[in-house]
């Protein structure tokens, strides 16, 4: 917002997009999710000002000749210290009206792209195309959802993880005790893990800034 602000007597700021590093890749998509994907940048060295008009870059380089900007001011002051602090952990509280509103969304527009997909898939169905295959789908009371690769190959991952498991584990009476002496401790270990990270859960929700 003041990187914004301070450019905008240049001519209209399109975007400010702030980066840790430059790069000289094109700007991804802007992501439109506030409590999905979200990543804050904490400190960055590089910030690229897009301005409508190419006018803008111009009026901006002979900005240089006026001296350096000012981005915190009596008008525009930025918040820092513990008034940062406070705010950043009233932003980090996530309000579950709005957050329902975003998932209700997300959830229409799935609705509504899978039920295209089915009537385009119907509409196909019997049809042959121009070299004369005709696409078969598959129907029924509990029809098959489609497998893209990367979910056909963990299939195929955990199939030969299981079969490797069941290989000779009964051979010998005495690999079969050893297994579940394994397995019973290796319980005992995730359950010690999950006792110590909610006593760390419990410690950091204490945390009050005012």
Known sequence: ????????????????????????GEKKDKLTSKFFDHKT???????YVVFRKPAGVQAAKALSQEGPLLISTE??????GISKWIAS?????????????????????????M?????????????PDEEGWVKVTRKGRKPGLPRTEA?????????KQKRARKELLNFYAWQHRESKREHIAQLRKKFEEDKQRIALMRAQRKFRPY
């Open 1 to 24: 917002d003041s990187l914004s602000r301070l450019f905008s007597r240049c001519g209209h700021v399109q975007s400010v997009d702030i980066c840790d590093k430059p790069g000289p």
């Open 41 to 47: 940048v904490k400190g960055f060295q590089v910030a």
């Open 115 to 127: 039920a295209e997909e089915e009537a385009k898939a119907a509409k196909e169905e019997g049809v």
């Open 151 to 159: 979910a056909n190959l963990r299939v195929l991952e955990k199939e």
């Open 75 to 80: 008008s525009h002051p930025v918040k820092t």
């Open 89 to 113: 952990y009233e932003a980090s509280i996530v309000d579950p009206k709005e957050l329902k509103a975003e998932v209700d969304a997300y959830m229409q527009d799935y609705d509504k792209k």
